[in-house]
């Protein structure tokens, strides 16, 4: 993209630009603090009273390549490390831009371009701009969809209702009436929107031979499952699949947790 590489230049320039004073600074501060020192303790003063102290001169000996090589080496290392700095620094910046960028492209609208028809464009009139809708919007719809058919179950079977109550206060009798009632509208409901329909047509505990060819999204295998098909095992589940997806319009309510709004009768 124009926008990345444009500001990808910039940041490289300025990242270096920054590094070079930061490197500038760095060296200046190292040769005049090694200036001062050696000002205040020149080498050739250590190097005459060596003579007279043999400590003294063996620590020397140690000492004084290690100050070469520093005197030597300290700005191009110190220059280098800075230019890998920058180069890093560019790096990181440059990825975060281009996130951003792309990021904002998502939920920047767009109005949809005319459509042509003989080459030509269509007039304003028979041209209609599709609903633009954002990335935020989109999300709350895909929650909303989560819950579409828990708010179906609830609204015809009162699914939560009984999830939610507390029936360690009604009798086994009492909790035995509530459930079939409630059976009976969620199952109604299921197969009038899915119509469910078993993956594998037998009953529960039928042997059963899986191919070689099978669909490992509508059939699991568990227990011991060693070598390569064909298998012969027992089915313990036969699977559920929709054979219809009807479901009523999706709500418009805003809030996406809203399972079912409560219900006011206003008297």
């Known amino acids: 993209m124009n926008v990345i590489k444009s500001f990808s230049r910039r940041i490289l320039l300025w990242s270096f630009i920054v590094m070079l004073l930061l490197a500038i600074l760095f060296n200046a501060s190292g040769y005049y603090g090694a200036r001062l020192l050696l000002n205040a303790l020149p080498i050739q003063v250590l190097q005459d009273a060596s003579i007279h102290s043999d400590e003294l001169k063996i620590s020397l000996e140690k000492v004084l390549p290690v100050v070469n090589i520093v005197q030597k080496f300290y700005i191009p290392v110190v220059s280098a490390v800075f230019v890998i700095f920058a180069l890093i620094l560019w790096l990181i910046l440059r990825g975060s831009i281009a996130r951003f960028v792309r990021k904002s492209a ?46 179906v179950l609830q609204r015809e079977g009162r699914l939560i209702d009984f999830f939610s109550e507390d029936l360690s206060i009604y009798e086994d009798a009492q909790i035995g009436a509530a459930v079939r009632s409630i059976q009976d509208n969620c199952k109604n409901s299921l197969k009038k929107y899915l119509n469910p329909k078993a993956v594998i047509d037998k009953n529960e505990g039928d042997p059963i031979s899986v191919s070689v060819d099978f669909d490992p999204n509508t059939i699991t295998l568990t227990g011991n499952v060693t070598g390569e098909p064909p298998f012969q095992g027992m089915l313990r589940h036969k699977g559920w ?18 399972i079912a709004p409560a219900e006011v009768e206003i008297m």
Do not use: W
């Not at 464009?121 to 929650?143: C, F, G, Q, W």
């Not at 699949?241 to 809203?258: F, H, N, Y």
């Open 106 to 151: 998502l939920v920047d609208q767009q109005v949809v371009a005319p459509k042509k028809k003989g080459g030509k464009d269509e007039s304003s009139a028979d041209t209609r701009a599709e609903p633009v809708i954002t990335k935020k919007e989109l999300m709350e719809t895909n929650k909303r969809f989560y819950l579409h058919l828990l708010s």
């Open 241 to 258: 699949r929709a054979s219809r997806l009807e479901l009523p319009t999706l709500s418009t309510v805003k809030d996406p947790s809203i």
